[in-house]
């Protein structure tokens, strides 16, 4: 996918001003948001779960190349294959390999962000070969030529007019004047065009939540069950997973997903919660006979002893987004790649570089709720931090805000002249705010007075009356 | 394996000498223990609560269930469910031997069908591995007898549990599966069902049957005395 994170500015104007995105956002904040905060008062144990889940990931990365090798162990021992690839190019071509391999005419996909990461989809479409997306966010997606705005729930921005559109124009096989006004009808319709897709299948690729070190096993967590029939139907199941995945035993597993679909959803447990491991055994009557897992690098291990190793402990839940005043305002697309939102701003700049995903870091108001909510206290404030510094070390940043910052920066360093600026600065606004206490505009901060008045400084400041006080 | 060598290597470099490096016994020590860590307490608790606690959240999951005194009551359990639904009487029910003993002839108009999932099936019956009264999920194992297929093809999904297979905690069931299969092994698919089938993804409202089955309904076999705790 071709990163658009320069253009964040032009994006978010655009989703601003899109009405069926500002309705989509608003559901967001009365659904996602209020359902987590139920689920997670009714655990009392919630937040002790969330630290022992932080301690399960940091334990991992901390090990990550014993796990990986116990893991590999296991994998093969369970008659799976381990395709190890350091870039989306390698990933890429070994999907093809084995698709190729079987003589695959058409892939059934459960949702990834890995394949969107990679992308997958129009790679193979190249060679020949027809990936069907099965869950039905990412299906209604695929339909319309977009990319998911949401990392669980991909067609958040698309409207049911929008759907029952779509569907009528590409579902031909159905009557032209049938009704396609509610949502069940478009799920029920949606359910019969792909139930044929997964039976005509001939691999079926799925991402991973979890890869279990113990037992060799990947674990999908799903709602629609399109998981399960993109793996058991056809002969092949392709796993793509990034290194970052692993968990030690099904206990760690356990503990993790206990704190996920809460935090996600504000489901307890997702309806489909699956544990594969390698292929059929003999005797079985269905389930796949290859399985193949894909394990991608793709900058991941260079995030490992850098101070972004945190965010590999995300387990892509999505809370940090739903809670996000900037992505509720502007929404997924607007971020230009694939993972929007709080956790995207830290990602995007390590995995497509600093200067592609510059504006990202400074998406936020660091109001803190993404940590907050976030199952595996990843600092996100602190990382975006970091990308602003690195943004400032490079030139990045534009050069009146560097200019801006160095003056400050030389006043700050010196108390006296600091206290000498900050008077005269403060009894100026005062002046000029007149008798209303409020400034409509100022010199040098038109962005910030273009949408709200600043209130002016009143009576002396915090030093002044600390010295007047006899500093008590 | 010039990837793989690749990969490990760089994974190496960096983390050498980083704080919480273990060696490979430990982490191997670690893995052969797979201690539990904080397990809720609210599925820890005797057999009647996590009965009550199990049919709860199955409703609220937009699922049923329905208790019967022993497995001859399945089928007319399950015919009454059938007629209740207006779906046809005809089931396909898993080639497992647990459910050999459903004298299914009680119901003569009842057809029943047994092997693997196929695309005109329109309801299944299985039999569950366990289930975790935690959140009202059923566990499924494939095996030869218990093909996967029958818990997502169908619009329609009966599982049979007997209350003696109602653990507390998924790690109860995890201690289960590894005396059965082995340490460190699994059958190819284990599955975590909690309610029927849904979506979300048509402006954010809740929709059931998406892909998997659009009912799910659970017979509950007492087969356990309630009063004997955990």
Redesign the interface.
Known sequence: MQPTSLDFKDNAKAALADPNLQR?MA??RE??VNRRGTATEA???FE??RD?SRD?K??VL?????????Y?E?VEE?GGHLH???TAE?AREAILRICRSVGAKTVTKGKSMIGEEIAINPFLEAAGIEPVE????EY?VQLRGETPSHII????HV??EQ?AADFRDRHTEFPADRSLDE??T???E??QV??QRY?EADVGITGANFLV?????SIIVT????G??TQ??PRVHIVMAT?EKLV?????A??I??VLARSA?GQ??????????????E?????PEQ?HVILL?NGR??M???EFQDVLRCIRCGACMNHCPVYQAVGGHSYGWVYPGPVGSVLTPALIGVEQGRHLPNASTFCGRCEEVCPMRIPLPKMLRHWREKEFEKHLNPATQRFGLKAWAFVAKRPRLYRFVTRIAASLMRTKAGGKGRLSSLPLAKGWTAHRDLAAPEGPGFLQQWQAKGRR | ?V??D???G???K??EG???????AA??E??EQ?????V???GQVPLDRRIALFEE?TQA?SGTSDRVGDVSEVPAAVARYLRQQNLPLQVRQA?DPRLDAVPWSQEPLLQVGR???R?EDQVSVTAVEAAVAE?A?LVMT???ET???L???PETHIAVLRTSQLHGT??EV?DDLRERFGP??????????????????????L?L?????RRLHILLVEDAPENEGQ
């Open positions: 989509a559901k967001l659904g996602f655990l009392p144990e002790a779960l022992q399960i940091d334990h901390a090990n990550l190349d014993h796990y990986l090798e116990c590999e296991r369970s190890w690839c350091e390698d099965t869950d039905l966010g209604i729930a991909p067609a958040i409207t049911k759907v949502a069940p478009l799920v029920a949606a359910r792909l139930r039976l070190a113990e037992t060799g096993s709602n629609e069950g399109n399960d029939l058991i139907l290194l030690p035993t099904l206990e760690d356990a503990t997903l206990r959803t307890e447990f997702s309806t489909y919660t699956t544990v594969s491991t390698g292929p059929r055994r005797g079985d009557l269905d389930g399985y690098d291990s260079e490992l002893g850098s | 394996m990837a793989r690749a990969i490990l760089k994974i190496r960096r983390l980083r704080p919480g490096r273990a060696d490979m982490i191997a670690r893995l797979h201690r539990p860590n904080l809720p307490a609210r959240a999951l080639p092997g693997v999932a695309p959140t999920t494939s095996a030869p093909p996967t297929s818990n997502f093809l998924y790690e995890f460190g092994v699994l059958p190819r698919s284990l599955n975590f069902i909690t309610g029927p089938s849904r979506t979300g993804d048509i402006e954010q409202t929709e049957g998406a892909h998997g089955p």
